[in-house]
């Protein structure tokens, strides 16, 4: 493994460059004095000796902001408004500042030479790589925030999106307008080094933003102004742009910050949109209003007339038609059908001359009858047809473009040219274009037969299509110009090299039995790819170039591996249209030696359905704050088995669980499971508790739950967190009915049920509290809606235990019903209701049953690691509240390695808080070989049950001497963080991290 990405220096590295009046002092202080000219509209380069230029005149700032490609107008403005570069009060009564026609961007004249934020059209004209934003359902914004859209405010009482990897604001009318510019997650190309760069999105900024460069605080409520890095979260003002990119090269690269040592650079992840992975559906929906925002006036102070234009010549009703063509407005007097034309066409992200199109009325859709519009005519006036706003359509001109040039770009191809124009007719094929794209990007050697070409549609979302060799795609071009001059401008195509790496595909849902047989679960998947309707033949699937599996009967899943994408997008949109409808998943590729050495990336898994809305909430932070392609929903399918599988060849990461104890369990089962295929065999857990007992979370001193905590907090506590060892244990269940109290000859005469296993990590519970989870297992079934918050949870809990302080069951005297045997010894039971197996000091959200064992007893203390459990008795309800009061402690029974539970009657049973009821037989627990490796939290004590129970023995006597505050000081274990913070210099807090969720 090739340490080739970057390794950012650590903070202390920063802090003595600050010392030393170098890197982020020396620039500040270069400032220093003058920050306050470059909030006026200076631009960086002007404070370092160059002479500020003369005051532009207005035709003169109009053509300075063409260059960007805004069409400024003089406007004046009857509320407060806030310049968006320099963030200042335009001052005036008429005519304060200029304001672009296409983008809504308001300047100051003397903020016009300094614009860093190019027009709507010119930005959709740079997005070589589209990425398509995942948007949040539409949600009400409770902060002051601006649409990055259409640049204005976003009203409380409005709904909005969120893109949960970029924090992308859009109304919910703006959203399908967005142009796919989200981060690019997945960048490897073979025998390519690049760099990682900023990520910037404007505008939006938390109230403590500080500019990187001067210092200074650059956020704004005012108007969407300055700039955030997607990744690294660095923020700068819009004049400090320049300077930060006039910096030394090291500072132009992206390197993550405080989690660098976390990402998962995208540089080592090589992924590729299938058809349907980011298609976005777009439903049509009534225009009834002018669009987002209030209703703008003209110079003199009168309303405009509210108007829609529709990009498109197949349709007239604008009803039935797409959101993404559709652009709401409003004309003022003196606007020409011409001028309309123009602003629309940027709108559209369409650059081409106004000449090729013009504007329709339509007068009756129902017969087609259109009114064309001449440059000249005026629109205020324009008769009225039908009810609503006035809707115009754009036409393209009839006559046909037979020829002209086709932009290629580059797919991760080994060429440092990024872009390539081929001349093209309507007989041009695709492998034609390919043959003249490779001599272009300086590829003669290659094989022709090794390339394609690949359409790529920005319609709704992003999707991608394979070109076959006679495919004319010039043609194809024009006739959905004919359609949508939007769409046609949305287009992409790319040369892309047909292996394109391994490319694995993730299939749920199988049956267990299938899958433990390989000739079966072949033949299986084959019958799946033959029930899709758009299936190709079976003998022109190339099933010799498909490795299938591995398979993991016990998740029900299967891997195939494919060396050619184009095979695998086949497959998958095979699948996706089988009646079955098995769950399909692409995973990323990771390439190790693409990751450092010095990195320890983090594979973080949430239950998206834990905590009521906090695991949406969470999944949407932790893919803002690392790469979307490491953080994983366990239930979008598959479990945990895709994301393991992804990381496989990583040889050192962690693991972060969202959710309860039952989740926990289900990941280490997974990781168990794959343990063969994992370069990291035991990958070190850490726990974000979003159950309602939370019990291994509280011993490992994560917390009780998650209490809305910042992401970033969470994250760098993980940098505290030391690595210990966790014992699990198997529990095998034999049903033997002869063993029943009171049986018949006909039960004794049953024959035994096959045994049954599984794996046990925080404790196990018969009578009293497995009768009262099972009594909320089953509340939950009938009635789930209502189970949507930890603290109703609870209720139910105090509820049922209150019902069993008066009722009698079985689990009265349970000492009757049940015999146990430690290391082979029968227990002496007391008159009980309750008994629990612990494996660690946490039972029944935050009781600790086993407590602190008295010097003179035969007991040792609890631990983790020490490959003993301890027997632990209850004899009622007040017993337990008792217990979690700290007056009383639980009935110590025993401590043991090997145990033996007989049931005689059918009591019931939970593990790890999943309850039912177990017939009559016996329970065999015995500790599994591989212990589990767990993070301990930063809030570690002394005397914990954490530690291995040979340093607890060394430390008794010197226990019963000093005070538990002073046990608590003598026994600190140096963390990662501490290891890497010099002596005297004091660690930040924490709670003081300035990032949002």
């Known amino acids: 493994m090739s340490d080739n990405s970057p390794s950012p220096p650590l903070r202390q590295d920063s802090r003595k460059r600050l010392e030393k009046g170098g890197g982020d002092a020396a620039r500040r202080a270069r400032f220093k004095g003058r920050s306050h000219e470059l909030e006026k509209g200076m631009s960086a380069p002007d404070l370092f000796g160059k002479k500020a230029p003369m005051p532009l005149t207005e035709e003169e700032a109009l053509v300075v902001g063409q260059k960007k490609g805004h069409e400024f107008e003089r406007k004046t403005f009857f509320q407060m408004t806030y310049c968006h570069h320099c963030t200042e009060l335009l001052w005036g009564i008429k005519g304060q500042g200029l304001r672009c026609k296409v983008c809504n961007f308001i300047s100051h004249e003397k903020c016009i030479p300094y614009l860093k934020v190019p027009c709507r059209h010119v930005l959709a004209e740079h997005i070589q790589d589209p990425v398509a934003h995942k948007w949040t359902k539409p949600l009400a914004i409770g902060r002051k925030a601006f649409c990055n859209i259409c640049r204005k405010r976003m009203n409380v009482q409005s709904q909005g999106v969120i893109c949960e990897v970029c924090k992308f604001y859009a109304h919910v009318n703006c959203k399908s307008k967005a142009f796919n510019n989200c981060k690019r997650c997945a960048t490897y190309a073979e025998g390519m080094k690049d760099l990682n760069r900023h990520h910037w999105i404007e505008g939006n900024l938390p109230s403590s933003a500080q500019c990187h460069v001067c210092a200074k605080n650059c956020a704004t409520s005012d108007c969407l102004s300055s700039f955030r890095c997607g990744w690294c979260g660095i923020t700068v003002h819009s004049g400090c742009l320049d300077t930060l990119e006039m910096e030394e090269k090291e500072t132009r690269v992206c390197t993550f910050r405080d989690l ?34 209030e209703e703008e006036e003209d110079e003199y102070g009168s309303k405009g007339r509210p108007c829609v234009v529709i990009d498109g010549s197949g349709k007239t009703d604008f009803r039935k ?28 992200g369409i650059s081409d001359p106004p000449d090729d199109y013009f504007l329709v009325d339509v007068i009756d859709s129902a017969k087609g009858q259109e009114r064309p519009l001449a440059p000249s005519d005026l629109l205020y006036t324009l008769p009225q047809t039908g009810y609503g706003p006035l809707r115009l359509y754009i036409r393209t001109k009839e006559q046909a473009v037979v020829k002209g040039r086709l ?11 990024k872009q390539v124009s081929v001349p093209v007719s309507n007989v041009t094929t695709a492998r034609e274009i390919v043959l003249d794209a490779l001599a ?33 795609p010039w043609q194809q071009l024009q006739e959905i110009r004919k359609n949508s001059a939007t769409i046609c401008s949305l287009q992409r ?15 749920g849902g199988i049956p267990k039995d299938i899958l433990k047989d390989e000739a079966k679960y072949t033949e299986h998947v084959k019958k799946l790819i033959s029930e899709a309707p758009t ?18 009967p016990e998740m029900g899943g299967l891997f195939l591996e494919f060396q050619t994408f184009d095979l695998a997008m086949k497959i998958s949109a095979a699948l996706d249209e089988t009646p079955s409808h098995p769950k399909v998943i692409m995973l990323p590729t990771i390439y190790p030696e693409a990751v450092s050495m010095n990195q320890e990336p983090l594979l973080v898994f949430v239950n998206g359905k834990s905590g009521g809305n906090q695991g949406v909430e969470l999944l949407s932070a932790f893919r803002r704050h690392l790469n979307p392609h490491q953080v994983f929903d366990l239930m979008a399918g598959g479990g945990p088995l895709p994301g393991l599988y992804a990381f496989r060849d990583i040889a050192n990461f962690r693991i972060l669980i969202g959710g309860g104890d039952g989740t926990f369990g289900w990941v280490l089962s997974a990781v168990q499971e794959l343990k063969e295929k994992l370069a990291c065999k035991s990958p070190p857990c850490a726990l974000l508790p979003l159950g309602t007992g939370n019990d291994l979370a509280r011993a490992l001193h994560w917390g009780a739950g998650y209490t809305g905590n910042k992401v970033m907090s969470i994250l760098l506590g993980m940098e505290d967190a030391d690595v210990i060892e966790l014992d699990r244990w198997n529990l095998t269940f034999t049903e033997d009915p002869s063993m029943a109290i009171g049986r018949s000859e006909k039960d004794a005469a049953k ?16 009578g009293l509290d497995a009768a009262i989870a099972l009594d909320f297992h089953l509340a939950r079934e009938e009635n789930p809606a209502k189970f949507n918050s930890r603290f109703y949870n609870k209720g139910v809990y105090f509820q049922l235990g209150l019902q069993k302080m008066i009722s009698k069951d079985e689990t009265s005297q349970l000492q009757k019903y049940i015999n146990i045997y430690v290391d082979g010894k029968k227990v002496d039971l007391p008159s009980l209701e309750g008994v629990v197996l612990l494996n660690i000091s946490s039972w029944g959200a935050g009781t600790d049953p086993w407590g602190d064992p008295p010097s003179d007893s035969d007991f040792l203390p609890q631990a983790l690691d020490d490959g003993i459990m301890e027997v632990v008795g209850v004899t009622g309800v007040m017993h337990v509240g008792q217990i979690r009061g700290g007056i009383r402690s639980g009935i110590r029974l025993a401590q043991g390695k090997a145990f033996k539970v007989e049931v005689l009657t059918t009591v019931p049973i939970q593990v790890d808080g999943e309850a039912w009821p177990q017939p ?18 930063p809030d570690r004590k002394f005397y914990s049950k954490q530690q291995s129970k040979k340093e607890l023995s060394q430390l008794i006597t010197v226990s019963r001497q000093l005070s538990e505050p002073q046990m608590h000081l003598s026994g600190g274990i140096s963390s990662r963080r501490d290891r890497h913070t010099p002596q005297g210099e004091s660690k930040p807090p924490l709670g003081q991290v300035e990032e949002d969720n």
């Open 920 to 937: 009559p037989g016996t329970i065999t627990v015995q500790r599994l070989p591989d212990q589990a490796a767990m993070l301990q939290g």
């Open 751 to 766: 024959p035994l049920v096959e045994p049954h296993s599984l794996v046990m990590n925080n404790y196990m519970g018969i």
């Open 321 to 348: 038609w797409k959101k993404t063509t559709m652009h709401p407005t409003h004309v003022h007097k003196k606007m020409t059908a011409g001028e309309l034309l123009s602003i629309s066409l940027r709108k559209c």
């Open 407 to 417: 932009k290629v770009n580059s797919s991760l191809l080994k060429s440092s040219i």
């Open 440 to 472: 272009r990007f300086g590829l003669e050697d290659e094989n022709p037969v090794d390339y394609c070409l690949v359409e790529v549609s920005q319609d709704s979302g992003v999707t991608e299509r394979l070109l076959g060799n006679t495919n004319r």
């Open 493 to 507: 195509y790319y040369l892309r090299h047909r292996e394109g790496g391994l490319t694995v595909l993730y299939i």
């Open 535 to 552: 299936c190709p033949p079976s003998e022109d699937i190339p099933y010799d170039r498909i490795k299938m599996g591995p398979a993991f």
């Open 260 to 293: 660098w040592h976390m990402v998962v650079v995208p540089q080592a992840i090589s992924y590729r949109t299938s058809l349907k992975s980011h298609a976005d559906a777009d439903t049509p929906e009534e225009v009834t209003d002018g669009g987002e925002g």
